[in-house]
């Protein structure tokens, strides 16, 4: 039986899933693979349960899970405790082997994260943060257990989840650059609630009405800016075009957001009032497109060397023209996939999606040195 | 630098574009991986050409796929010998962390395989025939590297291009088995040529003209039947089936091909002509799918514990019912890829896609132990 340590940063949404999966698939791993994942130790933003020897078993991880659900902190559960800082954490919990799994969505890892690489531990991130910052940070987490001064190594870290949820976007990128094969275009949708506001406009609904429909319903962000202006969506090309080696920081990524910087300043109530002074421009462009024979996406577009994400014109009966609703997908077009790219298609988004993803990650590591 | 030595099994198709990629990619692999891919024994089917000491060089590659190109065997190169056995070639020319890659389309292989299994080599296929023999042969193969009696291990070997070429279909189904996500169904087009018959019927074309003008622009195989009957395609739904855990074999796959088999006897100008029995069957079949809002495809399906290849009615609006043309497709409906199945389609043939798919297994593999 071979065992594998998890350190995780982030529960809550997709820590709290992959949590309950691991629980859940204990008995699987350890019969099919001869795996015996051991959690131990699980941190939030200010707490943290650290396994005194052993592991957190599946009592304990319910507890974790109970009390997280009801509204607690890591800090308030019984075995909790302040969380110090993470790179401690790791320091004392990290054994031979161990994974850190970052679920978070910050830049406060970052040292942690590092910290684990440099003693020789694995690392799974579905945050798309440390990526998008500093290139030497990118290039230390990819590039994870190579030996020399390398660009690249398929070793002791995974990234699948940052772009697309739990649909094989990285490892696919990452196989064709590791055969040579040439990539000329990346195009894709990275945000299903981006989807399915260009769906609305594409069935001739206004996008002060669609907005507020998402809103009412949840599919956004509380403050629906943070899905309608692109940033999200941007980190997910940043870190595509640096899969192919380019050497490009967020601020090289053009990002045109569906509603103007004007709004930014705006209470949300206000800014889902002014949202109707945009209708009749992106009506107008619809329009303008389906003239064309062509579709108005919210698109990622990685080519000649530069990177833009915004609302894109594209051939109805391509790929990307005929996906409609929240569905993620990514056209790879190269040397051996053109005319016709090579595509992958599905939810991209999704707390028990993305948790299986990391949790793929995190199998497919115990078997690398 | 690390090393890897390559022990190819087939030159020729798959092998000679595989051997131009290793030249044509060396020095990337050098600058960005640290990895060195060294040639060190290529065999066809009676010869073999080895290494002294050392590798192939490109000189030694290029004056191997020169003489293969103008219609030479092995055996006569000016550095070829005859091929002895298989198991004996791995046994000379294997190494520490050789991989042996299997580019061959014949069972003959797999005594060798299992050697440098044994060995504690890795493998790398593109020949089916390994993984659709015995189910022993198939574990022992896709578990390579595992320590104990495990059923599945993420280890020493990769078989992604036996389906769908070098499309990421076999590290997307392990993925999903990896993580306990329960795989409810697997449909997909898993051949070009069938691709393109059935978009021809779909167009309204007759089946014997499609087969006719696909025969004669080399589309097919010498004998079309090889397309036709379907058992290629049903050797990929086995393999797919297999690797969700399923214990069957050949014999369980359920055939339907295009033609009956009343027609195998007849060579191969009889059976062109023949095919216009078939017309007014598969034009009622089209028409009957149209009045429905669906079409014909053929397609491997994998559920409820049953393998089935051919012609199958899918909604017209589904990924299958919307794809044209000899592009492969496989839809993956799981337990959290549902209603909307997780999609990758793409080029599923060629030399060169399938040897850049053999080539990124290979990379993959410098990095696992």
């Known amino acids: 039986m071979q065992t594998l340590s998890i350190i995780l940063f982030g529960v809550g949404g997709v820590g709290n899933a992959l949590l309950r999966q691991i629980m859940e698939q204990r008995e699987f791993h350890r019969a099919e693979y001869g795996l015996a994942l051991r959690v131990v130790a699980v941190c939030d933003s200010n707490g943290a349960v650290i396994a005194d020897s052993g592991e957190l078993d599946n009592a304990v991880l319910g507890s974790i899970l109970a009390h997280k659900e ?13 969380q110090g800082d993470l790179v401690g954490i790791v320091d004392i919990a990290g054994r031979d082997g ?13 040292p942690a994260l590092l910290f684990a690489l440099d003693r020789g531990y694995k690392v799974v991130l579905a945050n798309k943060v440390p990526l998008t910052v500093d290139l030497d ?3 230390a987490i990819t590039r994870a257990g190579a030996t020399g001064d390398f660009t690249r190594h398929l070793g002791r870290s ?43 406009l594409q069935q001739g609904k206004l996008l002060s009405e669609i907005v507020r429909e998402a809103y009412d319903l949840g599919y956004t962000e509380p403050d629906p800016r943070d899905d309608l202006g692109g940033v999200d969506v941007a980190r997910k090309a940043l870190i595509l075009a640096r899969g ?3 050497k490009l920081n967020m601020r090289d990524v053009t990002i045109e957001g569906l509603y103007p910087p004007s709004m930014d300043e705006l209470s949300v109530p206000a800014f889902l009032e002014a949202v109707s002074q945009l209708d009749a421009d992106f009506q107008e ?16 577009l990685v080519e000649d060397g530069h990177c833009r994400v ?21 056209e790879l077009t190269t040397r051996w996939y053109t005319p016709n790219p090579l595509v992958v298609q599905g939810r991209g988004a999704g707390v028990d999606a993305t948790a299986a993803g990391v949790l793929s990650d995190i199998v497919e590591l115990a078997f690398v040195e």
């Open 244 to 246: 192919l080696g380019w």
């Open 70 to 82: 009801s509204g607690g902190r890591l800090r308030t559960h019984a075995q909790g405790g302040p």
């Open 158 to 200: 995974r990234w699948e989840t940052t772009v697309g949820a739990g649909l094989p976007v990285i490892v696919t990128l990452n196989r064709l650059v590791a055969s040579g094969d040439s990539v000329a275009r990346i195009a894709g949708t990275f945000s299903g609630t981006l989807g399915y506001v260009m769906t609305g």
């Open 285 to 300: 462009r619809v329009q303008q497109a389906a003239a064309e024979g062509k579709v108005l996406r919210f698109a990622a």
């Open 98 to 110: 161990a994974v850190v799994v970052d679920c978070t969505a910050s830049d406060a890892t970052v």
């Open 310 to 330: 915004g609302p894109t014109v594209v051939d109805a009966d391509s790929p990307l023209g005929r996906l409609s609703g929240t569905d993620n997908l990514i």
């Open 137 to 139: 940070v990118y290039h």
